[in-house]
């Protein structure tokens, strides 16, 4: 069968797309002020966007998943609902990142003012060992957790999801309600919005590989996919159509998992149905912090990225960063990041198998020491910090949604396939698309992964075991009540995409849509040097580069498609760096 059908046209595909997007917007929607940016990761311009709604909001990276979560709301969701929805539906919508063959984190504030976080992150299969990612001479071998199918890890996704709403859904709606949206759409086929990520040479390389993903992915010719062809994903239909019918169950144990099982060995892998079979996801007590008086709720390990956060802010909270000039803020923040992920290299890892001491690194005791060793007018070279290697950052694509409901509950969901599209391969007769998520693991101390992070024992390797993320979902409170909601993909540019936001909304009071929309910076201890969106004043990066900092211009990573709650109502904002992002709000 060909997935791929031609549409009239181009420019009749976009246009529909704007006006679908203009409708939804303009029923109880307004535009906010928010800065210029020069636009999507390929430097497509896209407007700021910022929506109000007064009953409830999603925002996520793409358009009709985002209005499917809005729906749910519309008809008496509560957020876990349509997040879960959400979630479904851009597994169908957004293949690249969002998934059913990955996994991810979701942070849920309730109305009752619980706080609670579903770690649905992948597991190593049983066979993998400490050696399992290195070659004949014992140095990481970036192929084997890059690129072939070792790297795949066992999906959380669908215990994830169908945990969430179980536990925490309205009771209004079924598994099978909540996911009819998206089997409809890999049934019926969807338009191409988007085509940026599929022309990116890699990633045509790693779909055409397996002929399984070429027949879904690329047209009969091998061509990329293009805006106006159309996306019939029936496989993909039919595996969700078992789990809707048969609960997670379905995928975990029986023909799917056989399936999945099946398809990765044949690739080379080691994944098997047992392993399949013992998945199971994990709800963890959130990591907590404060912030100039408003509570931080985050992702706790298996993610760094609450961790480093709150280890940022508590570093940053010792200035005053709303009377800083921009560059004495920028410097503040570059040397906090580069603390924070000194520690992460050192310290963090999958907490069920690695003692990480998070009270202590979260501590604002332990943020005065690393403050103690920060100087405001030079750059602390990493060497400084701790000594360690090098290397250069590749590959990207996470998705992240942010959801607000009108009796008080939030969600902020980070999922991914690691790279765009994972490993690329979908598993032979089930749709779904496999990660490469066991790439996070240091492969060997010091060996950095695709995103340049490094890291040791804490993050070894190993059977059964959660590969470190940087996904940082993130709720801030006030007074106990949603404040905002946001997180980001962008590998390791994800957390310090969240601190930057958090600043910006609280130190300098910015409005959400020009918090997400401002240019941002990035350094992660090693490699040594900050990076910076090319929107990012020249002025600004000569001062930095004055105070010892050596600064690489990157096009952006990172979206944070996020809510803050206002007096007004709620404020949603789509990342303008992806073109394709929609906050719906009603
Ligand atoms: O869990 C992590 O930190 C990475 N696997 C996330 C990858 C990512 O964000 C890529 N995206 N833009």
């Known amino acids: 069968m060909t997935a791929w059908q031609r549409l009239p046209g181009r420019s009749a595909a976009r246009s529909a797309t704007v006006a679908a997007c203009l409708t939804l917007a303009a029923t109880a929607a307004l535009h906010l002020a928010a800065r210029a940016e020069p636009g999507g990761p390929n430097g497509a311009a896209t ?14 990276q793409e358009a009709r998943a985002a209005r499917i979560g809005a729906d749910i709301l519309q008809q008496g969701g509560n957020a876990v609902d349509a997040a879960v929805a959400t979630g479904f539906a851009l597994a169908v919508s957004y293949p690249r990142a969002g998934n059913i063959g990955g996994g991810g984190f979701m942070l849920i504030h309730r109305a009752d003012g619980q706080d609670t976080a579903i770690d649905y992150r992948e597991t190593a299969p049983a066979a993998i060992t400490a050696g399992s990612f290195l070659d004949a001479q014992g140095n990481a071998d970036a192929q084997k957790s890059r690129t072939s199918a070792l790297a795949i890890g066992v999906p959380g996704t669908v215990a994830g999801l169908a945990l969430a709403e179980a536990k925490y859904g309205s009771g209004r709606f079924t598994l099978a309600d909540l996911m009819a949206p998206a089997i409809a759409m890999a049934r019926d086929g969807i338009a191409v919005t988007d085509d940026s990520e599929e022309t990116v040479p890699s990633v045509h390389a790693r779909l055409a590989r397996w002929p399984a993903t070429a027949r879904i992915f690329l047209k009969s010719d091998g061509g990329a996919l293009a805006v106006g062809d159309v996306l019939v994903q029936s496989d993909l239909a039919a595996s969700l159509q078992a789990i809707a019918r048969g609960g997670p169950r379905a995928f975990y144990d029986g023909p799917l998992a056989e399936k999945l099982a099946a398809a990765v060995q044949a690739a080379g892998g080691v994944m098997t149905a047992d392993d399949l079979t013992n998945y199971a996801a994990i709800e963890r007590a959130p990591v907590r912090g404060t912030y100039r008086g408003y509570d931080i709720v985050s992702m706790p390990p298996p993610s760094s990225g609450g961790v480093e956060l709150i280890e940022m802010l508590n570093i940053l909270e010792g200035y005053d960063l709303a009377h800083a000039d921009e560059t004495q803020r920028l410097h503040l923040m570059v040397e906090a990041m580069k603390r924070a992920y000194a520690d992460r290299a050192l310290f963090l890892g999958d907490p069920d198998t690695a003692a990480v001491p998070v009270a202590r690194l979260i501590a604002k005791t332990y943020a005065d020491a690393w403050r103690a060793t920060i100087d405001p007018g030079h750059a602390t070279p990493a ?71 490094t890291g040791y024992e804490a993050n070894a390797p190993g059977p059964g075991k959660r590969p470190l993320s940087s996904m940082t979902p993130t709720i801030v409170l006030q007074a106990g009540k949603p404040y905002l909601v946001t997180g980001s993909p962008g590998g390791s540019r994800i957390t310090t995409a969240v601190l930057q936001v958090i600043v910006d909304v609280i130190d300098r009071g910015m409005d959400i849509a020009g918090a997400v929309a401002a240019p941002r910076l990035h350094n992660q201890w090693l490699p040594d040097r900050v990076y910076a969106e090319p929107a990012l004043s020249a002025d600004l990066i000569a001062d930095l580069q004055a105070r010892g900092d050596e600064v690489v211009i990157q096009r952006p990573f990172t979206s944070a498609n996020s809510i803050m709650v206002t007096p007004e109502g709620l404020a949603g904002a789509a990342d303008p760096r992806t073109p394709g992002a929609l906050a719906v709000g009603y």
Request: proline letters at 6%; aromatic letters at 8%.
């Open 383 to 453: 060497s400084a910090i701790r000594a360690g290697g090098v290397v250069a950052p590749e590959g990207r694509n996470t998705t992240h949604f942010s959801v607000v409901d009108r009796f008080g509950n939030a969600v902020s969901n980070t999922y991914t396939l690691n790279f765009s599209y994972g490993v690329g391969l979908v598993a032979e007769g089930t749709g779904i698309v496999l990660n490469n998520e066991l790439d996070d693991f240091a492969a060997k101390p010091e060996a950095p992964n695709a995103y340049g992070l």
């Open 47 to 60: 407007p700021p966007q910022g929506v109000v709604g007064h009953n409830g909001m999603v925002v996520a």
